[in-house]
Structures are given as structure tokens and as C-alpha cells.
């Protein structure tokens, strides 16, 4: 099984500012088949970027992802008030797996 | 646009099988080369993949689950999730999605495990 794992688990920044959010694979994630998604209370996950670094349809261009072979990074550039929300990294190059998110709080 | 909701019992007893469908609708679930899959989400908890249909048939399931799932497609655009032997450890909300890097996802439905 190919363990994704996040960091940091809780982030605090201020709307404006620049968040960083990584994902870490323990293999190799087979043909960069990595995305990204955010999640909202009582709201379904919604794909951020597919591929490791194309954004879904209707994602603004503030939302960017890097990345290949083990480590890859979601970079929202500057922080709106609706960004504010849980994100996760999905692998889906061998089986799938998740991480285990990353809660981006507002300071 | 495709949309899809999923159906099926909120309550489920122990020891027992839990039964939901996905509807498509906007979209042909044979028509195109897609997979469609199931994912759960325990309360507070994070994601976790149960496993996903291609449109031909074909089935793959988390290795922790295998044993005790059964994903199909259905007549009328559907597919369904079956798991069985269900614990507490099951109560989850329950989504589908289309495609490998999941684009389009079902509301959710919570399904609580409890006599």
C-alpha cells in the first residue's frame, strides 16, 4: 500500500497570506497520478488538481500543485475567506489511498 | 452535467450487509471509459477508498476490505455497493464518485451500524 502522509496537520495563516500544504508518498506515485481535493463541514470533497499539477474545472488559479515521484505540494498563492477547509492528497497511479488531510485554519 | 446520489437504508445491524446505489444522471455510466467508486468518511475522520467499477465490469477493492465488498453495475445507469458483516466500525458517510481521480462526488449518505 502506497501511505500518503501530510504536513503539517493544522495550518493557521491569515487570508492574503501564501499556505504550503505537502503530501509525501512512501512509493513512488506511478505516473504522477496524484490529486489534491478541499473539504468543507457536511460538504463532499471537491478535486482541486488531478495529475499532480492540473487544476479541475472551475478552480481558480490561485490553486496550484507541484510535484513528482514521492513528495509533491498544493500551494493556495494568496488565502481567500472560502479556502479555509480540510485538504487531501489521493494517489491513484497503484490501488488508491488517501492522506490524512490537512486543516487550514484562519489565524 | 453529471450528477450523482446515492440511496439506501440509514441503519444497519451489526453482522448484517449494507446496501447503497448510485444513480447517475446527466451521463451514461457505459457510454464512456470511466471508473465509478465508492469512499467513506467516519465521523471526524478522514477519507478511505472502498473500491471502483469500470464501466466494462471490472472491480478493484481496498485490500482491507476485499473480503467483505462487492461493487456491480447495475440496469438503469446505477452501480451498487455491497458490505457485509457489518460493525460499528463501518458507520461512516458513504459517497460515490466518478473517475480515477475522483471529479464528481455524490452528496453523501451517513450510514450508522447499530442494533
Known amino acids: 500500500e502506497n501511505v500518503l502522509t501530510q504536513s503539517p496537520g493544522a495550518l493557521s495563516l491569515s487570508p492574503g497570506e501564501r499556505a504550503t500544504l505537502s503530501c509525501r508518498a512512501s512509493?513512488?506515485?506511478?505516473?504522477?497520478?496524484l490529486a489534491w481535493y478541499q473539504q468543507k463541514p457536511g460538504q463532499a470533497p471537491r478535486l482541486l488538481i488531478y495529475g499532480a499539477s492540473n487544476r479541475a474545472t472551475g478552480i481558480p488559479d490561485r490553486f496550484s500543485g507541484s510535484g513528482s515521484g514521492t513528495d509533491f505540494t498544493l500551494t493556495i498563492s494568496r488565502l481567500e475567506p472560502e479556502d479555509f477547509a480540510v485538504y487531501y492528497c489521493h494517489q491513484y497511479g497503484t490501488s488508491y489511498t488517501f492522506g490524512q488531510g490537512t486543516k487550514l485554519e484562519i489565524k | 452535467q453529471v450528477q450523482l446520489q446515492e440511496s439506501g437504508p440509514g441503519l444497519v445491524k451489526p453482522s448484517e450487509t449494507l446496501s447503497l446505489t448510485c444513480t447517475v444522471s446527466g451521463g451514461l455510466i457505459n457510454s464512456d471509459s470511466y471508473y465509478w467508486g465508492w469512499i467513506r468518511q467516519p465521523p471526524g475522520k478522514g477519507l478511505e477508498w472502498i473500491g471502483s467499477i469500470y464501466f466494462d465490469g471490472s472491480a478493484y477493492y481496498n485490500p482491507s476490505l476485499k473480503s467483505r465488498v462487492t461493487i456491480s453495475v447495475d440496469t438503469s445507469n446505477k452501480f451498487s455497493l455491497k458490505l457485509n458483516s457489518v460493525t460499528a466500525a463501518d458507520t461512516a458517510v458513504y459517497y460515490c464518485a466518478r473517475r480515477r481521480a475522483f471529479d464528481v462526488w455524490s452528496p453523501g449518505t451517513m450510514v450508522t451500524v447499530s442494533s
Open positions: 512509493q513512488s506515485v506511478s505516473s504522477n497520478y
